[in-house]
């Protein structure tokens, strides 16, 4: 995963591009997976889609 990305959901506001790129939905599915981590969320996703 880029760590520029893990560091663009971790800050203040810095997440809400996601869910542009991803459905609101979709996302949940990896937020739930990675306990409520959204830049872990993130990493998991783009670790799948790899």
């Known amino acids: 995963m ?3 990305a ?4 971790s800050a203040p ?3 809400r591009w996601v869910t542009h790129w991803l459905s609101p939905a979709r ?3 990896y937020v739930e997976a ?3 981590d959204r830049a ?5 996703y ?3 889609a790899s």
């Open 2 to 4: 880029a760590d520029g």
């Open 6 to 9: 893990a560091r663009a959901v």
């Open 13 to 15: 506001g810095g997440d």
């Open 27 to 29: 996302f949940a599915v």
């Open 34 to 36: 990675a306990a409520g």
């Open 40 to 44: 872990g969320a993130l990493a998991l």
């Open 46 to 48: 783009e670790w799948n």
